[in-house]
């Protein structure tokens, strides 16, 4: 069936460089993409989100890029913090209900 | 944001015992829904809870099983019925504001069966 995934399962960053998070999606038909971060804990935290009539979106530090041609969808964050360490889930968005990616963990080193 | 509170936030539960997972939002939202996240894994929809109405689940998913209650815009309960070890989950409530697109989610109820 169609689904919404991510590439790698984890992601090493030193503290201060940029990271780039990617997400493969199959279902064509698709127009409503959202990004969250998971902490330790607790529940998923809205980061952005991008619609099909846009390619980037921009947010503060973060920054979607949404690639319809090859269905692939990534999240950079800049200037990688060490509260950034978490799990990043993309999801696509259909009539409010979300089909989420596997999550890629984030780790910053010192 | 809206503030989503979720009680219990855990519990250890015997098998074929049931848990009921209560949900409370602090303004009125138009969707409520339910998801499971099992260990180390993603979330997966429950189901929609419908105020006043049976709640609408996703395959794989039953009413036997996840029985849900919404008997206003604020509220919502998640029952998971005749434990197995194989509920042990994160089970999350998320809301949609009125008006709104977002979707916020509660801090989830971390269910550990033995």
């Known amino acids: 069936g169609e689904s919404v995934g991510l590439h790698l399962p984890t992601l090493s960053v030193q503290e201060g460089d940029n990271s780039i998070i990617n997400c493969a999606y199959s279902?064509?038909?698709?127009?409503?993409f959202i990004w969250y971060k998971q902490e330790s804990g607790k529940g998923p935290q809205f980061i952005i989100d991008?619609?099909?009539?846009?390619d980037k979106r921009q947010g503060q530090r973060v920054t979607v890029l949404l690639n319809k041609t090859v269905k692939h969808l990534s999240l950079q964050i800049a200037a990688t913090q060490p509260g950034d360490s978490a799990v990043y889930f993309c999801a696509e968005n259909n009539d409010y209900k979300l089909s989420f990616g596997a999550g890629t963990t984030v780790t910053v080193r010192a | 944001s809206a503030v989503i509170s979720q009680k219990p936030s855990r519990d250890i539960c015997q098998r074929g015992t049931s848990l009921t997972i209560q949900c409370q939002v602090d303004s009125q939202v138009t969707m409520m829904f339910w998801y499971r996240q099992q260990p180390g894994q993603s979330l997966t929809l429950i189901a929609t809870a419908n105020q006043g109405s049976e709640a609408t689940y996703e395959s794989g998913f039953v009413i036997d099983k996840f029985p849900i209650s919404r008997p206003n815009l604020t509220f919502s309960t998640l029952t998971v019925s005749n434990m197995s070890p194989e509920d042990s989950s994160i089970y999350l409530c998320?809301?949609?504001?009125?008006?709104?697109?977002?979707?916020?989610f509660g801090q989830g109820t971390r269910l550990t069966v033995v």
């Open positions: 998320s809301v949609v504001r009125q008006g709104g697109t977002e979707a916020f």
């Open positions: 279902n064509s038909a698709s127009d409503y």
């Open positions: 991008i619609r099909s009539n846009m």
